[in-house]
């Protein structure tokens, strides 16, 4: 066991800070968020920061920094106001995380990182064909964050595009069976294995697995 | 392959619709966040929108509903200040799920659902003792979200108990090792087993595996 207060935090070298403090929120969503610019650059960027805003209406928020590396992202969106999210499936993890390099606005992420771009009707913003769950999004909001210059990119779900095997009957989309991958800290890549369902919880009714 | 637009994911029923917009994000941390009442109640409730804000200052944030289930959370860190995140492990997914259910402010989550209070002398309010990762939080800032009535809290890292055997040398956290889970969509719960970490990313120098 150990315990570290904030002044040992800040006394860490960054490097060790950034892994630590990147592992400490728990497992992380991964995605790639698809892009264009104005001029028709298009650009593919993996995130770990995607986090459920709202089921109704459906919102999708992220975080990003004005002036670090994944600002493409954020001029395109603000740009052009669309944007996809596509998971990250198990097979194209580490081509995922190439997307991270500081790559120039005119390097296309989705041909240099080897991923194949998918055209919807509802907007002119590529998905990832190689991802099973794709997700349209149009910008609504953002905020920007005083703590540490930070930005929260609100989004609605315009579209969904996802696998019919995956969706069980209530409605629950089973991210493993997509392949799915989680993040851990700023470059661990794990496949979640199932341990169960459990069914809403009440006070005086606790909550049971949901078994098949 | 199945495509929903937005209107069709507004007709959906509402539980369908909950289920699947609460899936598509990705993979969710699964914590659980700790507090204590100026009337010294204590409250424990299971969280899967903790996120990373930021490294330097330590930051993490979550997404609350002023009006809904978890509001003694967000009216116990407002009254103190401070809160802790403690990662759920598998072996207490069900106990940790059972905290969702709206007990009364009296109640003692920590107590009916089988959880040990462990204190620091950091601050008043208890982590879990069952958790491998435990983080005492100093409310820094919030976030009223207009677009639907949420709330994103934002605390720093003031503490951090985490045990010696997941700490890798760069300060890479294993959170397999941990035993923490993730969550998927509202009710199910996984343990990701590692597919690998990856370097540093570069333009003219792709990613490669950091093997052991």
Redesign the interface.
């Known amino acids: ?6 002044t040992d ?2 006394k ?20 790639l968020i698809g892009s264009v610019s104005e001029n028709n650059h298009y650009n593919l960027a993996i995130f ?14 992220f ?1 990003t920094r004005p002036h670090s590396v994944p600002r493409h992202t954020y001029e395109n969106i603000k740009a052009t106001g669309f944007y996809t ?1 596509n ?1 990250v499936p ?1 097979k194209y ?2 081509q995922a ?8 606005i005119e ?1 296309d992420e989705f041909e ?1 990182c080897g991923f194949t771009k998918l055209f ?1 009707d ?1 907007h002119s913003v590529p998905y990832v064909q190689e991802s099973n ?1 794709r ?1 349209g999004l149009k910008l ?2 953002e ?1 920007h ?4 210059d ?1 930005i ?1 990119v ?1 989004g ?9 095997g995956c ?2 009957e ?7 069976n997509a392949e ?3 993040i ?20 005086h009714q ?2 049971k ?2 078994t098949k």
């Open positions: 066991m150990r315990t570290l207060n904030n935090i800040l860490l070298p960054k490097l060790y800070r950034n892994n630590l403090i990147n592992s400490i929120s728990g497992f992380k969503s991964a995605n770990s920061s995607v986090v459920h805003m709202g089921s109704n209406p459906p919102l999708l928020g975080i999210i998971h198990a993890a580490q995380h190439q997307t991270s390099a500081k790559y120039d390097v240099v919807s509802m769950i997700i609504e909001e905020y964050i005083k703590a540490n930070t929260l609100i609605s779900v315009i579209e969904l595009i996802i696998p019919d969706l069980e209530d409605g629950y989309l089973d991210l493993a799915s991958v989680t851990n800290g700023l470059d661990g890549y794990l496949a979640p294995q199932k341990i169960d369902r459990y069914t809403y919880a009440r006070p606790p909550a697995s949901i």
